[in-house]
């Protein structure tokens, strides 16, 4: 199979990256492992504060219904229950249905295969009942499936927050949201009263002693400077945060580089998203985890550049288009995690050389100053 | 990085199955003063990346199968020694689908009775019979009763644990970068620190060109990538050591290897990984419901010729090599032998044959 | 956390046992799989990776950026054997035994 551009997930980052380039004539494919596009935007009922203007009302899969039906009428090749498996001796990426396997050339990939959930691990943190907070999320949100009636949540990112409410909503007792540190730390502070309204209790500097239970988790034992505590729950949410999943760089050969701040390790990029595997892109979450501006912003700017390195668009064009998506992911991001924005730009500098930002007219002044 | 000088009376460069297994019997019998520098952590080489089988049959000439056959015979007694390399000598089919690959059996067959080495060619219904679960297509097999496998991430590990008890030291994570000659001695500059030893052994599997280089010595030891595809664990379906598959303890099947000249370049490619699929079904179509779960990828220390490359270095004092292909099949006796030649002088079975001599090439230019 | 945790949990393998092979030297998280099969599951290590990342990164001091990503093995997801098949039985680059056999002898 050929194709001009080869897109690898198809969730906001992907379709984004899908949008531009479709859009300007490309022969596009996206290759999508699950039976669906939007990826983690589908179980999303929540609306966002950190997303680029004309999405901000709209929740996350209202946002995911949008984009599709933005780049439908572009003739797309979508191959959904379809993953990337491996690759060719000659560079060709391998790409299986589960009744077949095959090769893909393209002109160009780009990879947008977002995060993966990282786990807290305690005493028999692997009884079942025990899950991520995207996977119960998922089951309330996608699947209309109640994990349980009981639940305590572990971690207290803003995810864990939003989540509680969620869960509330669909009527599971949440006996509180459970934090080792001192600090909650939130872009968004209105979650923390959002929640104690809802009586949610919030456990600061308090750890994680075991799980009990006999083939399903009955009890977590908790402790806090007031002692022990036994909670009876029938489920557990853990936050450990996320990462980038990084196995589509691998098998592309690209470099990494380690950024807390961004969640890891994330593929080493220039200002194009161009990884230092040529002709291969990278955009969402995998970039690094910011803001949710940044997942579409991020497709959009790989996808100009896809264009016009494949002459879609001219370089004045495309510079003055790229401009204005990394200033947006400016705004945005100087409100909501400026720290984030630094260490992308670190990020870049660090494989690209210093000061390889200042390009961006503007705003990499914006920056250093 | 601080530099000290620290003496050893042996240091060997290499901590995979054959500078272990040299570590190991060396220090069997002599504990003074042996160091084992990795340059990462043990396994990280061809060692932790092969099928690991223990395979005398088919090696030809019908000498070096004899050569291999000894070795194999000494893992009952170096299992006794350091405890349960999972050894198992399940005995070793090497099926063939064609009327000329039987014709060549039957002359190798022959050719190995000449030197006392049994092997069986079995027809399709023996074979069968041994082992069902092999394609009907097949013509017929060989046979031999001495092959079997180890498991090589337990020997490594446990010929380290008793090479410690017996006192040898290890250094990891440490790159020997260059290594000077003195009157008597070699100095041995790592990235940690500078070492001084009498004796010096060169077992750097696939990098040994590199390590030979460091003292003017030419090593012909080219990269051979190999890649292998594991399934998940599976009910007992082999009996045997296929020659081109074999099944672990826990169920796993280990399958097909490769042949490709890439250099270091350890990654894997589904071209290859999709031929192995071809061969498995050919081999054991009822392989074809099982799931892959994972493939990996070694690269081979192939010597020029294909045979080992052991000894002493002609030319320089207290110089020696180790380097080889099937070394885990070889380990057991090359550590036996090398100890033997160390502290002997000489060995009990001949080694001239693999003397890096053969290759004719400028050695030692001191 | 005890050490009895499990970390990974495809394989069962628990804190202790990680532990026990950075104390030998262990400092990557393929030393470490090669030792104890952690991180040779299904999940080929999704799930422990960060995990065991952690715990080399706290016991041997050396910073998370230090502590290299387990190398990749294709596939990246379990897969029949006969969907990988592609029906061909020419075999370049793949050997059986029998390929290898050379009757003459050469020394
Ligand atoms: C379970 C879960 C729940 C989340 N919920 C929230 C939330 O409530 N709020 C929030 O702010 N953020 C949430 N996130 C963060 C989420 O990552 C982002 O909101 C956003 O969806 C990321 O966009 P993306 O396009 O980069 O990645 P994704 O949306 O993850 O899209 C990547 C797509 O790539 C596909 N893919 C991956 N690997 C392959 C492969 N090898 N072959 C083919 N396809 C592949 C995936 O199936 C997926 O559809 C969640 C993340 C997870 C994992
Ligand atoms: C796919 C495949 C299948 C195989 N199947 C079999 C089989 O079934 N049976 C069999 O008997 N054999 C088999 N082999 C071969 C066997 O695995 C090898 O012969 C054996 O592992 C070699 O061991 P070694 O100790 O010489 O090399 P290694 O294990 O590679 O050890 C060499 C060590 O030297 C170290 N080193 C190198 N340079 C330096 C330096 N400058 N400073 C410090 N340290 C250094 C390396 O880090 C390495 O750990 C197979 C090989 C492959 C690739
Ligand atoms: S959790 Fe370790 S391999 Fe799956």
Redesign the interface.
């Known amino acids: 199979m050929e194709t001009d551009v080869l897109i690898i997930g198809g969730g906001p980052a992907g379709l984004s990256a899908a949008y531009e380039t479709a859009s300007r004539g490309l022969n596009v494919t996206i290759i999508e492992e699950t039976w669906y596009l939007g990826g983690q935007l589908v179980q999303q009922t929540q609306s966002f504060e950190d997303m680029p203007n004309h999405y901000r009302q709209l929740c996350g899969f209202e946002i995911a219904e949008n984009l599709i039906k933005k780049v439908e009428p572009f003739g797309i090749h979508v191959l959904t229950d379809h993953?990337?498996?491996?690759?060719?001796?000659n560079g060709e990426m391998?790409i299986?249905n589960?009744?077949?396997?095959f090769?893909v050339k393209a002109s160009k990939i780009i990879m947008a295969t977002g995060a993966?959930e990282?786990?807290v691990?305690?005493?028999?943190?692997?009884l079942p009942g025990i899950m991520t907070a995207g996977a119960a999320q998922i089951l309330i949100n996608r699947d209309r499936v109640l994990p349980g009636t009981k639940t305590i949540l572990i971690g207290s990112s803003s995810f864990a927050f939003e989540l509680a409410k969620q869960l509330h909503e669909v009527g599971i007792e949440v006996k509180g949201i459970v934090e080792q540190q001192s600090d909650i730390v939130l872009q968004n502070n209105c979650l923390i009263d959002e929640i104690e309204k809802l009586n949610i209790p919030i456990l600061k500097n308090t750890k994680v002693i075991?799980a009990e239970g006999k083939g399903q988790v009955e009890t977590l034992v908790i402790e806090s400077n007031q002692g022990p505590q036994r909670i009876d729950v029938d489920f557990v949410c853990l936050d450990?945060g996320r990462?980038p999943i990084?196995?589509?760089f691998?098998?592309a050969?690209c470099s990494?580089?380690?950024r807390?701040i961004l969640g890891?390790?994330v593929p080493d990029y220039d200002l194009n998203f161009e990884t230092s595997s040529e002709g291969v892109y990278v955009a969402g979450n995998s970039t690094g985890i910011t803001s949710k501006a940044a997942i579409f912003l991020t497709g959009s700017l790989s996808g100009i550049s896809v264009c016009e390195s494949l002459g879609k668009i001219n370089s004045t064009e495309a510079s003055q288009m790229k401009n204005l998506f990394w200033e947006e992911l400016y705004q945005v991001e100087q409100q909501v995690n400026l720290e984030g924005w630094n260490s992308r730009l670190k990020h870049i500098e660090g494989y690209m050389g210093p000061n390889s930002h200042q390009s961006l007219s503007g705003i990499g002044r914006k920056i250093n100053g | 990085m601080t530099k000290v000088n620290t003496s050893y009376e042996t240091i060997i460069v290499g901590g995979g199955v054959i500078g272990n297994s040299i570590a190991f019997h060396l220090s069997e019998r002599d504990q003074e003063g042996i160091l084992v520098i990795d340059k990462n952590f043990p396994l990280s080489g061809t060692s932790g990346s092969t099928q690991a089988w223990v395979w005398v049959h088919n090696k030809t000439p019908a000498s070096y199968a004899e050569f291999s056959m000894y070795s194999a015979e000494l893992y009952p007694y170096l299992s006794r020694k350091i405890g349960d390399v999972e050894y198992k000598r399940t005995g070793g089919l090497s099926p063939f689908f064609t009327e000329k690959d039987l014709e060549k059996a039957h002359k190798l067959a022959q050719k190995y009775s000449e030197l006392g080495i049994k092997i069986k060619v079995l027809n399709k219904e023996e074979v069968l019979a041994k082992e069902p679960s092999l394609s009907p297509d097949v013509v017929g097999a060989t046979f031999s009763k001495v092959d079997g496998n180890i498991n090589p991430f337990r020997l490594v590990d446990l010929l380290i644990r008793a090479s410690k008890k017996q006192g040898v030291a290890y250094s990891y994570y440490n790159r020997v970068l260059d290594i000077e000659r003195t009157e008597n001695a070699f100095i041995v500059h790592t990235q940690k620190e500078t070492y001084l030893c009498k004796k010096l052994i060169l077992a750097g599997g696939a990098w040994s060109k590199e390590l030979g280089s460091y003292l003017g010595i030419h090593v012909p030891v080219k990269q051979v990538r190999g890649q292998i595809m594991v399934t998940e664990p599976l009910a007992p379906l082999l009996n045997y050591t296929i020659s081109g598959m074999r099944q672990a303890i826990n169920g796993e099947v280990l399958i097909g290897y490769s042949m490709e000249e890439v250099g270091f370049d350890r990654?894997?490619?589904?071209?290859?990984?999709?031929e192995t699929a071809n061969m498995a079904i050919r081999y054991v179509p009822s392989l074809a419901n099982a799931n892959v779960v994972r493939c990996f990828s070694g690269i081979r220390a192939m010597p020029k010729d294909g045979y080992p490359i052991i000894g002493h270095v002609p030319g320089v004092q207290n110089l020696y090599v180790a380097a080889m292909h099937s070394g885990i099949t070889l380990a057991p006796l090359i550590g036996t032998l090398m100890t033997e030649l160390i502290l002997d002088g000489e060995t009990s079975i001949p080694i001239d044959d693999y003397s890096i001599t053969r290759f004719q090439e400028p050695v030692g230019q001191l | 956390?005890?050490n009895?945790?499990?970390?990974c949990?495809c394989e069962e393998i628990n804190?202790e046992e990680i532990e026990e092979a950075i104390q030998i030297g262990a400092e990557t998280f393929d030393d470490i799989k090669r030792l104890t099969r952690c991180g040779m599951g299904p999940c080929q290590s999704?799930?422990c990776m960060?995990?065991v990342s952690s715990i080399i990164s706290e016991k041997t001091s050396h910073?998370?950026?230090q502590v290299p990503?387990p190398r990749?093995r294709?596939?990246?997801?379990p897969?029949?054997i006969s969907?990988?098949a592609t029906g061909s039985s020419n075999f370049s680059s793949v050997k059986s035994v029998m390929d290898e056999v050379e009757l003459d002898e050469r020394r």
Do not use: C
Request: hydrophobic fraction near 40%; charged fraction near 20%; aromatic fraction near 8%.
């Open positions: 993953t990337l498996i491996g690759l060719y001796e391998g299986s589960d009744r077949d396997v090769p993966a990282i786990a691990p305690f005493p028999k943190w692997t075991e450990g990462n990084l196995e589509a691998l098998i050969n990494l580089s380690y807390k890891g390790w | 990654r894997g490619t589904l071209d290859v990984i999709q | 956390m005890d009895t945790t499990i970390i949990r804190q999704k799930i960060n995990l910073p998370l950026s990503v990749l294709i596939p990246l997801r897969i029949q969907t990988l």
